[in-house]
């Protein structure tokens, strides 16, 4: 019911925009038409009524929806009882599933006196509630779009107005963006913390060895071995299985995109790019059993024809796989960045005597070498964080090797392989993967750095 009542309340404020905005429309209209000199031209005029009507009203019922259930889950607490209140975090977050399961009609045996008394409350106050956050949004929009209706004349600066709100809508865009991603490092940097001060940081930094199954084996008291937590084995994984692939992606991103944008007719062209652009559309699954299908066995074949022992998940299978998959990734970026390059630098290397390779190779490249860099940096960032393929193709063990043929595991399919399932927040188990999505932040952060040094340094600007 709050769902279809929000979704109302949504259609009505925008129905009075629209209303206020043909108003507004409507009014310059008639004056452009009466030949009276306007600031703006009158569609602007009906964007100003409107985005005034609909934007407050917008913003005051999304606040008001959020902050209607914070104050509710604090009265619940007057509902629970002591044996809640004193259980701490989870207790009471088990207790507010409870009334939400009753609220919504999902019950599981008779639910307890309290529970039906507080489901009933929370009931009756977002009833109240709805009213309430109904008659205050429909109230804004009318009265703002009254009053903006009002302002409008032939010298109000109606375009600017408009610009200024759609400035203020960038500007709340820019910041959500950038407080999510400092949400997001904050959120790793605390827990990571909480881990450190369980497992010393040289160990996890600088430890041969990855094995926190032990953990559950100590607490049981079976007499198991010691969890140990050291990084240095997922993170030789992580980079070989990405040079691997980058050995793949590369070359073949980058030649393919230089045949596409100064060799390629324009009908193959038109065929080609599309069929290449189709890889980065292929579910990482997919990749995931073709690497573990059909490329893994055929390696081991492979290597047990020659006498060498391959691991029936390796490396080698799951870095052919994904630098197939990042292909794309650097040919389509290449192949954009290469036709940006200015054809007045062809011509000039052509009319100095160069060959089309030689123009190529000492004009055209360097000229795109920043964006270049920037395509292999992202293909390099996509291959650290994909999971999938090394999960189905290379395994999950832990193994400090240098071999591409030998199996070994990346920091993402350990996150995944942690925090799969009912997990204790408290154990150090559960608390090393935010420590390595930590370490895999600043690595990735220190790869865009790179990039952007890198195009700072080789940028040029054209005529």
Request: with cysteine; proline share 4%; charged share 15%.
């Amino acid at each position: 019911m709050y769902t279809v009542s929000l979704t109302s309340l949504l259609l009505a404020v925008l129905v009075i925009g629209g209303v206020y905005f043909y108003l507004g429309q409507r009014w310059g209209a008639r004056q452009w038409l009466a030949s009276v000199k306007l600031h703006s031209l009158p569609r602007y005029y009906g964007f100003w009524a409107g985005m005034v009507a609909a934007v407050p009203a917008l913003l005051l019922l999304v606040s008001l929806s959020l902050a209607d259930d914070f104050l509710f889950k604090s009265m619940l607490k007057d509902f629970y009882p002591d044996d809640v209140i004193n259980g701490g975090g989870v207790a009471r977050a088990i207790a507010f599933t409870q009334v939400m399961n009753f609220v919504e009609g999902i019950h599981f045996g008779a639910p307890e006196s309290w529970v039906r008394e507080a489901g009933d409350a929370w009931v009756g106050w977002q009833r109240v509630a709805d009213r309430v956050i109904a008659v205050i949004t429909i109230g804004c929009a009318l009265v703002a779009g009254f009053f903006a209706f009002r302002q409008i004349n032939p010298s109000f600066r109606a375009r600017n107005g408009v610009e200024r709100i759609i400035l203020w809508a960038l500007i709340a865009s820019s910041t959500i963006a950038i407080l999510t991603t400092i949400g997001i490092v904050l959120s790793v940097l605390f827990e990571s913390i909480r881990f450190f001060k369980l497992v010393p940081i040289q160990d996890f930094i600088f430890g041969l060895e990855w094995n926190p199954q032990f953990e559950g084996a100590e607490r049981a008291g079976s007499g198991g071995g010691t969890a140990t937590y050291g990084m240095l084995p997922m993170f030789v994984g992580t980079f070989l299985i990405s040079f691997v692939a980058l050995t793949v992606a590369v070359p073949v991103g980058l030649f393919s995109a230089i045949y596409l944008a100064e060799y390629a007719s324009h009908r193959t062209r038109s065929v080609v790019k599309p069929l290449l652009e189709i890889l980065a559309g292929v579910p990482t699954v997919v990749y995931g059993f073709f690497a573990a299908l059909t490329v893994a066995p055929f390696i081991r074949a492979v290597g047990a024809s020659f006498g060498v022992e391959v691991a029936s998940e390796s490396a080698l299978a799951a870095g052919l796989v994904m630098g197939v998959m990042i292909i794309p990734f650097i040919s389509s970026l290449s192949d954009d960045v290469i036709n940006a390059v200015p054809q007045s630098l062809r011509d000039a290397a052509y009319g100095l005597g160069s060959t089309k390779s030689e123009a190529i190779r000492q004009v055209v490249l360097p000229s795109a070498l920043p964006g270049i860099v920037a395509a292999i940096i992202l293909a390099v960032s996509r291959a650290i964080g994909e999971t999938m393929i090394v999960v189905m193709a290379a395994g999950l063990a832990a193994n400090l090797s240098f071999n591409p043929l030998d199996a070994v595991t990346t920091v993402t399919s350990q996150i995944v392989t942690i925090l799969v399932g009912d997990q204790e927040f408290e154990s150090a188990k559960t608390l090393s993967a935010f420590a390595l999505a930590l370490v895999l932040i600043i690595i990735t952060l220190g790869l865009n750095f790179f990039a952007l040094q890198v195009v700072k340094r080789y940028r040029e600007q054209y005529d």
